[in-house]
């Protein structure tokens, strides 16, 4: 089972914690990712305090925490439920404002 390093209410780093979580299933035209590396950038700490632009929902817990990622894809979800493998161990990146 998957880990991924969240917040599970607002506040200070004691907000964090590793969680297990079911992996997701990718959708038609979604790449499922293996992270390798991940990092937080000032964006993640003022989400994880609470902050939200103006005219924002609340996030919902656990979120996430990491704004950029380096990973490997697993699959890719395709139209009617198949999947393309001739992606699969194809490095990305990610990046999220």
Do not use: C, H, I, W
């Amino acid at each position: 089972m998957p880990k991924a390093y969240v917040f599970t209410r607002n506040g200070g780093p004691e907000a964090e914690a590793f969680v297990k979580q079911d992996a997701p299933v990718p959708g038609a035209g979604e790449p499922l990712v293996a992270v390798r590396a991940a990092g937080a950038k000032p964006v993640d700490r003022k989400r994880r305090t609470g902050y939200t632009r103006p005219g924002s929902e609340p996030q919902p817990f656990p979120t996430v925490l990491s704004s950029e990622a380096a990973a490997d894809v697993a699959v890719f979800g395709l139209v009617g439920g198949g999947t393309l493998k001739d992606a699969r161990g194809q490095t990305v990146t990610e990046v999220t404002a």
